[in-house]
């Protein structure tokens, strides 16, 4: 029966994933149906905590696009990236890398990705050296900033056993020494474009020379007044986030008894209800100061992308924790042996999981409790934790696809046969290096 019930649960994944956008969520309710009506299996929770997380984070960057501080940090990102532009492939990723760490979203990246690909095709560096490493960089922050929904899913999993700063402690110079592995897979990757016969048989078109040495247009008008204010405001916010991560006892606690969603067994307000109050309390010092309207985040990008994220993990990790919690013991039977004896394959499954489902947030919430019921110590499942970037492996998530458009030169591609593309090597490397380094880091602070 359970092999029904997990082609049940692939199909759901592989035709939300075609279908794309809020595809996974609204077919990970069908698979819900499927097994609620038909196997008659109980409910698992909804994962309520990240959706609410995703929503508070996501208002809030949406809030700082509106008052025009996404503007501002990409015209700042665009000077680090021309100054040095025989850098490109080192600069490119640090950059994506601290703008998804700071922001909790990949999504943050789309505005930086045609100034990578700009800076690279004027230096004749072949742009798919640098667009391929920084997507994976962007991916990676997100298992490393203290306000994705991914990190708070973890935290949540692991309350009382591993706090925020111990996570961060862990996962940032990681996700960094990965990121640094992956640059130098790719530094030499292909042939530089004044080599490339393709790239040299293009320019033999007048048009297409042409409209490549035309220089982007860059946005000329000057900020909104609030730009550099809701950045500031921000910062304060993520800051403080990181602070009552590392200093607990800053906030009031409670008597035991009172567990409810923002207050845990022991009394202790949740950190997941901290992400949440600080980041919608920003929100609303932005739109105050800044002088933004709320009809104008609603219409934000950002905010936008926020939501089909929200219906996503609402519908996929209810069906997939439904699932586990119901084979649960034949699940711990089949891999209980193989994790004892080495904990590190654990980080297979989670990288297998989190291709089919494209998300980070919804795999640490589908699979990590799993681990901690094999046994596996807290802190080699932070250690684990950028193992659930897989999302690149087949190129149908949005970066990776907007990476493609955004290269002019053809050079960023999809292979012949679907997994041979651009991003392969530097997400494999990347990933890998990761997760060993993590372990490392995990024996030291953990």
Same mark, same amino acid.
């Given at each position: 029966?359970?092999?029904?019930?997990?082609?049940?649960?692939?199909?759901?994944? *592989?035709?939300?994933?075609?279908?794309?956008?809020?595809?996974?969520?609204?077919?990970?309710?069908?698979?819900?149906?499927?097994? *609620?009506?038909?196997?008659? !299996?109980?409910?698992?929770?909804?994962?309520?905590?990240?959706?609410?997380?995703?929503?508070?984070?996501? @208002?809030?960057?949406?809030?700082?696009?509106?008052?025009?501080?996404?503007?501002?940090?990409? =015209?700042?990102?665009? %000077?680090?990236? =021309?100054?040095?532009?025989?850098?490109?492939?080192?600069?490119?990723?640090?950059?994506?890398?601290?703008?998804?760490?700071?922001?909790? &979203? $990949?999504?943050? @990246?789309?505005?930086?990705?045609?100034?990578? /690909?700009?800076?690279?095709?004027?230096?004749?560096? =072949?742009?798919?050296?640098?667009?391929?490493?920084?997507?994976?960089?962007?991916?990676?922050?997100?298992?490393?900033?203290?306000?994705?929904?991914?990190?708070?899913?973890?935290?949540?999993?692991?309350?009382?056993?591993?706090?925020?700063?111990?996570?961060?402690?862990?996962?940032?110079?990681?996700?960094?020494?990965?990121?640094?592995?992956?640059?130098? /897979?790719?530094?030499? %990757?292909?042939?530089?474009?004044?080599?490339?016969?393709?790239?040299?048989?293009?320019?033999?078109?007048?048009?297409?020379?042409?409209?490549?040495?035309?220089?982007?247009?860059?946005?000329?008008?000057?900020?909104?007044?609030?730009?550099?204010?809701?950045?500031?405001?921000?910062?304060?916010?993520?800051?403080?986030?990181?602070?009552?991560?590392?200093?607990?006892?800053?906030?009031?606690?409670?008597?035991?008894?009172?567990?409810?969603?923002?207050?845990? /067994?022991?009394?202790?307000? %949740?950190?997941?209800?901290?992400?949440?109050?600080?980041?919608?309390?920003?929100?609303?010092?932005?739109?105050?100061?800044?002088?933004?309207? @709320?009809? /104008?985040?609603? %219409?934000?990008?950002?905010?936008?992308?926020?939501?089909?994220?929200?219906?996503?993990?609402?519908?996929?990790?209810?069906?997939?924790?439904?699932?586990?919690? $119901?084979?649960?013991?034949?699940?711990?039977?089949? *891999?209980?042996?193989?994790?004892?004896?080495?904990?590190?394959?654990?980080?297979?499954?989670?990288?297998?999981?989190?291709?089919?489902?494209?998300?980070?947030?919804? &795999?640490?919430?589908?699979?990590?409790?799993?681990?901690?019921?094999?046994?596996?110590?807290?802190?080699? *499942?932070?250690?684990?934790?950028?193992?659930?970037?897989?999302?690149?492996?087949?190129?149908?998530?949005?970066?990776? !696809? $907007?990476?493609?458009?955004?290269? =002019?030169?053809?050079?960023?591609?999809?292979?012949?046969?679907?997994?041979?593309?651009?991003?392969?090597?530097?997400?494999?490397?990347?990933?890998?290096?990761?997760?060993?380094?993590?372990?490392?880091?995990?024996?030291?602070?953990?």
């Amino acid at each position: 029966m359970i092999w029904i019930q997990f082609a049940v649960l692939l199909a759901a994944i *592989l035709v939300g994933a075609r279908m794309k956008g809020i595809g996974l969520g609204v077919m990970g309710m069908v698979g819900l149906a499927v097994y *609620l009506f038909l196997f008659r !299996l109980r409910p698992a929770d909804p994962p309520i905590d990240v959706m609410l997380i995703i929503l508070a984070v996501v @208002t809030t960057a949406a809030t700082m696009q509106a008052a025009g501080g996404m503007e501002y940090m990409v =015209r700042l990102a665009g %000077k680090i990236l =021309r100054s040095k532009p025989s850098m490109i492939v080192l600069l490119g990723p640090l950059t994506t890398y601290m703008f998804t760490l700071f922001a909790g &979203t $990949a999504h943050i @990246t789309y505005s930086l990705l045609p100034i990578i /690909a700009e800076v690279s095709t004027k230096k004749r560096i =072949r742009p798919e050296r640098a667009l391929s490493i920084s997507v994976i960089a962007s991916h990676l922050a997100i298992t490393a900033s203290p306000i994705s929904a991914a990190t708070a899913a973890i935290l949540t999993i692991l309350s009382g056993k591993v706090e925020l700063i111990g996570i961060m402690m862990v996962c940032i110079p990681a996700t960094i020494i990965g990121i640094l592995a992956g640059v130098l /897979a790719v530094w030499k %990757k292909g042939k530089d474009l004044d080599k490339d016969p393709e790239f040299l048989e293009r320019m033999k078109d007048p048009e297409f020379a042409r409209n490549l040495e035309e220089s982007m247009q860059h946005e000329s008008e000057p900020l909104l007044p609030g730009a550099k204010t809701s950045v500031l405001i921000f910062g304060i916010a993520v800051l403080l986030i990181v602070l009552v991560g590392a200093f607990p006892n800053m906030l009031p606690s409670f008597g035991t008894g009172m567990e409810n969603m923002a207050v845990d /067994a022991k009394g202790n307000i %949740k950190m997941s209800a901290v992400i949440e109050l600080v980041m919608l309390a920003a929100s609303a010092m932005i739109i105050i100061l800044c002088k933004t309207t @709320t009809t /104008a985040v609603a %219409k934000a990008s950002l905010f936008v992308s926020g939501a089909q994220a929200v219906v996503s993990i609402f519908g996929v990790v209810w069906m997939s924790a439904t699932f586990m919690q $119901a084979n649960l013991n034949t699940i711990q039977g089949a *891999l209980g042996n193989m994790v004892s004896a080495a904990p590190w394959t654990f980080a297979i499954a989670l990288f297998l999981l989190s291709i089919l489902l494209f998300s980070q947030a919804a &795999t640490t919430k589908a699979l990590m409790p799993l681990g901690l019921a094999l046994g596996i110590t807290p802190g080699h *499942l932070v250690a684990m934790f950028p193992s659930v970037n897989g999302d690149f492996f087949l190129p149908g998530y949005p970066t990776l !696809l $907007a990476a493609i458009q955004f290269d =002019r030169t053809g050079s960023t591609h999809i292979g012949k046969f679907l997994i041979n593309h651009s991003f392969m090597i530097p997400g494999i490397v990347a990933v890998t290096v990761s997760v060993i380094a993590g372990f490392l880091l995990a024996g030291i602070f953990l």
